[in-house]
T-cell receptor, first 114, second 111 residues
Framework: ETGVTQSPTHLIKTRGQQVTLRCSSQ?????VSWYQQALGQGPQFIFQ???????GRGNFPPRFSGLQFPNYSSELNVNALELDDSALYLCASSLGGQGLDEQYFGPGTRLTVT | SQQGEEDPQALSIQEGENATMNCSYK?????LQWYRQNSGRGLVHLIL?????REKHSGRLRVTLDTSKKSSSLLITASRAADTASYFCATVLSNDYKLSFGAGTTVTVRA
């Protein structure tokens, strides 16, 4: 157990809807990164938040957005859901936004878009 | 596109045997990390090796890094059924902050 929690565990949405996924960081960590993992693939970086500011973004459209709160928990919001958004969404917390240390992953949220 | 590529894509071994998987990458890195994932759930960090390191050990795990060949290997010795999982290498590029994952190696350990 890493101490990183995510909710919900599973979610089913309809194309065009909006979804919010939540992540609680490991205690003491100020950086949260979000990843999308399609079936049979490795995780793909969506974005990272460091001390409540977006620290960098991967190749994802603007309908993927996020927030980090003062307690360093985070949300991932996806608007106008598409079928291809069906995936496992992972958040990971770390100390410092430099990528120099290991990241602690949560168990993920499995999103199915129908 | 993915920075790292693992080889082989899948590996099946008998309990007690060693398992070796390789990772190749394309550009200079700050560090390379190996993660394990069981049944499509969260990833567990195994080892981080920095660009100025050549080998690291953790229990039954041994990781090597060859920056001249842009490759790394993960060796699991005396494998157990509980080692059945997908293994991913992830790189952090120089002057970057994010993990770039490969597609992973699926390891099955037969009892």
């Amino acid at each position: 157990e890493t101490g990183v929690t995510q909710s919900p565990t599973h979610l089913i949405k309809t194309r065009g809807q909006q979804v919010t996924l939540r992540c609680s960081s490991q205690s003491g960590h100020n950086t949260v990164s979000w990843y999308q993992q399609a079936l049979g693939q490795g995780p793909q970086f969506i974005f990272q938040y460091y001390r409540e500011e977006e620290n960098g973004r991967g190749n994802f459209p603007p309908r993927f957005s996020g927030l980090q709160f003062p307690n360093y928990s985070s949300e991932l919001n996806v608007n106008a859901l598409e079928l291809d958004d069906s995936a496992l969404y992972l958040c990971a917390s770390s100390l410092g936004g430099q990528g120099l240390d290991e990241q602690y992953f949560g168990p993920g949220t499995r999103l199915t878009v129908t | 596109s993915q920075q790292g590529e693992e080889d082989p894509q899948a590996l099946s071994i008998q309990e007690g045997e060693n398992a070796t998987m390789n990772c190749s990458y394309k550009t200079s890195i700050n560090n390379l990390q190996w993660y394990r994932q069981n049944s499509g759930r969260g990833l567990v960090h195994l080892i981080l090796i920095r660009s100025n390191e050549r080998e690291k050990h953790s229990g039954r795990l041994r990781v090597t890094l060859d920056t001249s060949k842009k490759s790394s290997s993960l060796l699991i010795t005396a494998s157990r059924a509980a080692d059945t999982a997908s293994y991913f290498c992830a790189t952090v590029l120089s002057n970057d902050y994010k993990l770039s994952f490969g597609a992973g190696t699926t390891v099955t350990v037969r009892a």
